[in-house]
């Protein structure tokens, strides 16, 4: 076990390198679940937006737009003075100025013309109080079009009420990002940038000087030299991956265990250290000389970076555009995050969300098949 040893002694050399990446996980992790559990609900909430309303109409169905935005907004009566309003809105007293004008039942309800209003350029908030003024529109010019009064429509849009919505329990989640899918959404990271380095370095050592033609004229024959160097990459793949997973089930052992497909959490973090491994060896094969060193860090930093940003691990994939979804699919890591992503996103494995994850397991596999052959292809390449 010449070999083996001496791989395992060059991994030793680089035990601080690999402490390091691992904290760097750890924190991103605990970092991300923080931001997770300080709003429980979701991403989305509503905000509240500062709104002036100069009412010159003072009729029930105006008085019915304040009462209906008051409902989600602080909003306040204002004179028509608009070098006083534009001062507001400069110094952000308000955030939404609207303008009701005298006919206000004529000109928007009967004749259909949008409502004067002015808001801060580019504010995100004021799409979304356009989006609730357009409803409230919409709902009297329909009751206005049904043969309602004007004090009929009033009344009837006060009698409206925010829709009750109850999510069905269909075998999927709630539809929140648990803790542990941002744990498992960065373990790709974790094992392109250990592995790559390590592995690369490892590689390189043995390529070195005269190492390879005394390594060929030694009693050990290349077959045995081969299955010990694949044997040294297996065991620092698979210790990586078990602490990878005694860190999920540390912090996450109850969700986990509550909420099923373990196994095939397993499998694909298990397909993904092997996709890193077949990665970081064929890395490893092109980085020699002097400054090999240097060529590796540039190499790893682009190949784990680069395959992180393009297949959904810093980036969601539902985020992504097409295009980019479309280059990520020839690339094994989004393959691996599409099978966590169902992993999360369903309680139970089956029909077609099982067929789906199967096939992205599949997938990785046909990817470490076909990453092997380059390998040994181009490992024969560079022995000749």
Same mark, same amino acid.
């Given at each position: ?254 969700? &986990?265990? *509550?909420? =099923?497909? /373990? ?7 298990? +397909?993904?250290? #092997?996709?890193?491994?077949? $990665? ?62 169902? &992993?999360? *996103?369903? =309680?139970? /494995? ?7 994850? +199967?096939?992205? #397991?599949?997938?990785?596999? $046909? ?18």
């Amino acid at each position: 076990m010449t070999v083996y040893k001496g791989y395992m002694k060059i991994v030793k050399r680089n035990l601080g390198l690999i402490l390091m990446y691992v904290v760097i996980f750890a924190g991103i992790t605990v970092l991300f679940q923080q931001f997770s559990s300080a709003d429980p609900a979701g991403s989305y909430q509503a905000e509240s937006v500062r709104i002036a309303v100069v009412d010159e109409d003072r009729g029930s169905l105006a008085e019915g737009l304040k009462t209906y935005l008051g409902q989600f907004h602080e909003v306040t009566a204002a004179e028509h003075d608009k070098a006083r309003l534009q001062e507001d809105l400069f110094y952000r007293n308000v955030e939404y100025i609207i303008w009701i004008p005298e006919d206000f039942f004529e000109t928007c309800i009967v004749e259909g013309k949008a409502l004067n209003v002015t808001k801060v350029p580019g504010s995100y908030t004021a799409f979304y109080v356009d989006q609730q003024i357009n409803s409230f529109l919409n709902d009297a010019r329909a009751f206005h079009a049904a043969g309602f009064t004007r004090e009929e429509t009033a009344e009837a849009l006060g009698k409206l009420e925010p829709a009750q919505v109850e999510l069905l329990d269909t075998g999927r989640a709630s539809g929140e990002m648990s803790a542990y899918g941002f744990y498992f959404r960065y373990v790709p990271y974790l094992f392109l940038s250990v592995l790559c380095y390590v592995m690369g370095n490892v590689i390189s050592a043995f390529r070195k000087g005269d190492l390879p033609k005394r390594m060929r004229a030694c009693a050990v024959s290349g077959r045995r030299q081969s299955v010990e160097g694949l044997l040294a990459a297996a065991t620092l793949g698979l210790c990586l991956w078990a602490l990878s997973i005694a860190g999920a089930f540390f912090w996450y052992r109850d969700s &986990l265990t *509550e909420r =099923g497909g /373990v196994v095939y959490f397993l499998l694909n973090t298990l +397909l993904m250290m #092997l996709v890193a491994l077949t $990665i970081s060896y064929l890395v490893g094969l092109f980085v020699h000389g002097k400054n090999a060193v240097n060529t590796l860090n540039g190499i790893v930093n682009v190949l784990s970076l680069g395959l992180c940003f393009l297949c959904g691990v810093f980036v969601p994939l539902e985020i992504m555009s097409k295009r980019v979804k479309a280059v990520s699919q020839f690339l094994p890591v989004y393959w691996y995050e599409v099978v966590n992503e169902y &992993l999360v *996103e369903f =309680g139970n /494995v089956t029909g077609e969300a099982k067929q789906a994850v +199967l096939q992205g #397991l599949g997938m990785q596999l $046909i990817f470490v098949a076909a990453l092997v052959c380059v390998t040994l292809t181009v490992s024969k390449w560079k022995r000749v």
